[in-house]
Nanobody, 113 residues
């Protein structure tokens, strides 16, 4: 089970920190990812972090967003800075290991202009 939190309303240029707490999986062995989706659009990968700590980011969020994980707390984070209106979306966390993925319910991030 994945439980995302931390979304909300923020002004352009502001910051938010999303958290996703995991249970029922061997967290340290899973690649954890953040995706986002806007109405009518496909879900897109925002950032991912492997169990070993390697990270990958969508070009649109590089430099501004940072993904991290705390294996002791079974939690993955997404630090979002310099937010833009186009970052407005529902953000989902996901786990992946050995061909099996799990998804949490999303958390809404709204960036006002």
């Amino acid at each position: 089970q994945l439980q995302a939190s931390g979304g909300g309303l923020v002004q352009t240029g502001g910051s938010l920190r999303l958290s996703c707490a995991a249970s029922g999986i061997i967290f340290r062995l899973n690649t954890m990812s953040w995706y986002r989706q806007t109405p009518g659009a496909q879900r897109e990968l925002v950032a991912a972090i492997t169990g070993g700590g390697s990270t990958d980011y969508a070009d649109s969020v590089k430099v501004r967003f940072t993904i991290s994980r705390d294996n002791a707390k079974n939690t993955v984070y997404l630090e979002m800075n310099s937010l833009k209106p186009e970052d407005t979306a529902v953000y989902y966390c996901s786990s992946y290991r050995a061909g099996r993925s799990y998804w949490g319910k999303g958390t809404l991030v709204t960036v006002s202009s």
